[in-house]
């Protein structure tokens, strides 16, 4: 499904080069444009360690005192990668220059953060930061060298990946618990926006699990902060007030001062054991494109004022969905034992269950309720 929220974007700042021209995400790359208390280490042979804080226990700190201790171990993260001049693909320009027009590839530049998780040098950072990478340059604080990084693994869906350089004794940040955060609760952020180095802004938690698409990324449970993010920022620490990690810095709203999202880093720990050992994540898949049930739709289907409920745009075909019997127009009310209100929670259901899971939809079709029984598939 491809949903679009009209002034989203990522904040990693891309610079592409061609004659002088810059197309940097609608963004110009030139413009000025921890830890006290108890924790508890998870490792094994095989794997990093990283450490997850018990925040129950953890002091809070000042903001001077986490930029002290946190920002050692936020880094910059510079891409190199080449591609064709996609304005050259345009119709538009090839009736100028006539259809075998021949392009040559142009050098792009981005730039974005991150934050080393273990001491042997793994970090943390978005998907679309490192998306296409041929080259990952990380330059960690206060050190002169800048390390050359490899890809290790990446998640698309979520936005996630992990890198990693060379090398030990790299200061690392702590994870905390994001589903524990309140809104209204003081946090921080940290990174490279605009390419300056290490700016920290301060805010609250305005909003939790917030869903947005970018192009067709699809986030479902967001959190919503007032502290500043911007282009560079993205794969930098959201931090609370005990100088643990909450959230990875995501997207922001053009047409908005003071509207940002981050990743909850529950999120991330889910699937972090994944993404350090370099594996596939599968992830279960029902196959439709949805909307929420507006007033529109109520009037145009026939339903009870007041209906709920996620409203079946497309069916994909060959899909689990599809070989379930569901249909275009179909409103789901419940998957399994969660009950669907939005289209944000059909997505949450889905992914909230396994590969090869059997599951009982229940929908509203032409004024009558139907139970469907439906398998889901792992997305390919």
Known sequence: MKRTIAALMSVSIIAFFLGGV??????DIIKTRLWPGSESTITNDKKPAYTVAN??????????DIVEQAG???????IT???????????FYRQFFGGNLRTTPQVQESIGSGFIISSDGYIITNQHVVDGAETITVTVPDQEEKYEAYLVGEDYDLD?????????NYPTLPLGNSEQMRVGEAVMAIGQPYGLDHTVTTGVVSAKERPISIEDRNYTNLIQTDAAINPGNSGGPLLNMQGQVIGINTAI??????????????TVTKVLDSLLAGTKIERAFLGVSMTDVGVEA???LNLPAGTTGALVAEVIDGSPADKSGLLPKDVIIRLGDNRITSASDLQEAVQSK??????KIVLLRQGEQVELDVQLQAKQ
Do not use: C, M, W, Y
């Open 298 to 300: 109520i009037q145009q």
């Open 81 to 91: 990668s080449t591609r064709n001049n996609p304005l050259l693909n345009d119709p």
């Open 55 to 64: 925040s129950e226990t953890v002091q809070l700190l000042s903001v001077a």
């Open 72 to 78: 050692p171990a936020v880094v910059n993260i510079e």
């Open 22 to 27: 810059f197309a940097a995400d609608s963004f």
């Open 253 to 266: 709203s053009t047409e908005a001062q003071g509207i940002g999202f981050a990743i909850p880093i529950d």
């Open 160 to 168: 996630l990946a992990v890198i990693k350089i060379a090398g030990n």
């Open 354 to 359: 396994e590969v090869n899971d059997k599951v």
